[in-house]
């Protein structure tokens, strides 16, 4: 079931910041990690990532997270739209909220099916390959503006 459309006036809410960087990226992070209601689980396995982080690059954990973020990001993507008889792949522009939540998504998830190893470890070690504009989520990102350009054609179907 979709949840309930906001009027046009309404704007969603952010989250408060979390406790120890003040960041309301990292609180939208660990918001998006939260499983089975484990918050405070979502927490630590944010932090222990974070301080890895800061072991294996040396520079400032929430730095390298929001550069991780906006490499991740994703400008333009695809939709489905039915014209005629013809179902188009239309490109659009991502809005800014959506391609964040996209991003943290990607990562999450190329976290999850990497290794064996403890979660946070992945974890790290995905948000510092994004970092370095290298992994699995930067060629999602890479393959979905691909399949856009390849769309643009159809792009005056836009409305």
């Not at 989250?15 to 609180?27: G, M």
């Not at 954990?61 to 906006?70: G, T, Y």
């Not at 695809?78 to 990607?106: C, D, L």
Request: glycine share 4%.
């Amino acid at each position: 079931m979709p949840r309930k459309a906001l009027k046009p006036n309404e704007r969603r809410s952010l989250p408060s910041p979390d406790n120890r960087y003040n960041s309301i990226l990292v609180s939208r992070f660990i918001n998006k990690i939260n499983y089975k209601g484990q918050k405070s689980m979502a927490e630590r396995t944010v932090y222990k990532a974070f301080e890895l982080i800061k072991e294996k690059t040396g520079e400032d954990p929430v730095k390298v997270f929001n550069q991780a973020i906006e490499n991740a990001r994703p400008l333009l993507e695809v939709k489905p739209r039915r014209v005629g008889g013809a179902t188009y792949q239309v490109p659009v522009e991502v809005p800014n909220m959506r391609s964040t939540s996209v991003a943290m998504r990607w990562i999450i998830d190329a976290a999850k099916n990497r290794g064996s190893k403890n979660f946070y470890e992945r974890l790290s070690e995905e948000l510092i390959s994004a970092y370095k504009k290298e992994g699995g989520v930067i060629k999602k990102r890479e393959d979905m503006h691909k399949m856009a350009e390849s769309n643009r054609a159809f792009a005056h179907y836009r409305w």
